[in-house]
């Protein structure tokens, strides 16, 4: 069973560069797309990317020009930077994955989730 | 803002069915398979529906769901007060460059 733990820093302030990293467990990172969703407090569900183990990207239209995701097989990680922080910004951060689960078109692993605080 | 489209709250009392539906469009739940999450306060996301009406091992078959067309709909049965959470549909989206679509929401309560 494949369990994920975010790890980061929990307050930013604006202009600030968020990052994160979740570590994974019970499998090789080696194999499917690594997602990262985030949730504003009080607020729904927003998805940020995802990357496959050999680093190929996609990520939100919205968030595309901030976003960069970087995965380390050695260290069975993957990372999310997120340039330039405004309050929007801040939110419960997931990462997740399909684990080859349903196709990979569906997310049955999830970690449980960091909140990250911007502001001055 | 969210392409999937879900009414904010739904309610029922225990034993009930409240049902929770999903709008969305051809580039979308009108093309690709439909999947709801169910989060519980203070927790992440759990899979309670993929595919459109698969069920991961461990959720009860209280839970159901359907698609047609662009939308789709999740239903709960035999409403129980464990059940009181966020709801959310979710399906890729394969305009703008493709996306990972959440819909907007329901909070169900057990009244």
């Known amino acids: 069973q494949v369990q994920l733990q975010e790890s980061g820093p929990g307050e930013l302030k604006p202009s600030e560069t968020l990052s994160l990293t979740c570590t994974v467990s019970g499998g090789s990172i080696s194999d499917f797309y690594w997602t990262w969703i985030r949730q504003p407090p009080g607020k729904g569900l927003e998805w940020i990317g995802h990357?496959?183990?050999?680093?190929?990207?996609h990520y939100n239209p919205s968030l595309r020009s901030r976003v960069t995701m970087s995965i380390d097989t050695s260290k069975n990680q993957f990372s999310l930077r997120l340039n330039s922080v405004t309050a929007a910004d801040t939110a419960v951060y997931y990462c997740?994955?399909?684990?080859?689960?349903?196709?990979?078109?569906?997310?049955?692993?999830w970690g449980q989730g960091s909140l990250v605080s911007v502001s001055s | 803002q969210s392409v999937l489209t879900q009414p904010s709250s739904a309610s029922g009392t225990p034993g009930q069915t409240v049902t929770i539906s999903c709008s969305g469009t051809t580039s979308n739940i009108g093309r690709n398979t439909v999947n709801w999450y169910q989060q519980l306060p203070g927790t992440a996301p759990k899979l309670l529906i993929y595919s459109n009406h698969l069920r991961p091992s461990g959720v009860p078959d209280r839970f159901s769901g359907s698609k047609s067309g662009t939308s789709a709909s999740l239903a709960i049965s035999g409403l129980q007060s464990g059940d009181e959470a966020d709801y959310y549909c979710?399906?890729?989206?394969?305009?703008?460059?493709?996306?990972?679509?959440f819909g907007t929401g329901t909070k169900v309560t057990v009244l």
């Open positions: 990357i496959y183990y050999t680093g190929s990207a």
């Open positions: 997740a994955t399909s684990g080859g689960y349903c196709g990979g078109d569906c997310l049955p692993f």
């Open positions: 979710a399906a890729w989206d394969d305009s703008l460059n493709g996306l990972y679509a």
